[in-house]
């Protein structure tokens, strides 16, 4: 089966992969950290700041593939601080309504640029 990939001007790639992949009805979103679009730079600030850039990251690159968060079936979260799961929980909760999609959240020891977080998806056409 073949791949149809997607690029957004609001999203930044920080090595050689796609933003999102599409194959049959499902679209793969690459994890997102918290770059800022505009300067390329990791956002400076807290674990709400840096997930709230996540989403952001995310959702042009939904739109780029014609979807919305309405179309997101699973979420994987990456945190090198569990002790911000509440911070960035209260971040995702305001990103989709329900029925909610699946998620995963996992520490991790450390993230690209040294991110706090980072975030991919599994979309559906």
């Known amino acids: 089966m073949s791949r149809k990939a997607y690029s957004a001007p609001g999203a930044v790639a920080v090595g050689p992969y796609s933003h999102a992949i599409e194959t049959g009805d499902l679209i793969f979103l690459s994890g997102q950290t918290p770059v800022d679009?505009?300067?390329g730079k990791l956002v400076e600030g807290d674990i709400v700041e840096q997930t709230t850039q996540c989403f952001k990251n995310l959702f042009n690159v939904?739109?780029?593939a014609g979807l919305t968060?309405?179309?997101v079936q699973k979420v994987n979260v990456f945190l090198t601080n569990m002790d911000n799961f509440t911070a960035m929980n209260e971040v995702y909760s305001?990103?989709?309504t329900e029925p909610y999609p699946a998620r995963?959240?996992?520490?991790?020891s450390?993230?690209?640029l040294g991110?706090?977080?980072e975030i991919e998806?599994?979309?559906r056409r």
């Open 37 to 39: 679009s505009q300067n």
């Open 62 to 64: 939904l739109d780029a």
């Open 69 to 71: 968060p309405e179309h």
């Open 94 to 96: 305001k990103q989709f």
């Open 104 to 108: 995963t959240t996992i520490g991790v």
């Open 110 to 112: 450390s993230l690209p």
């Open 115 to 117: 991110a706090q977080v």
């Open 121 to 123: 998806m599994i979309a």
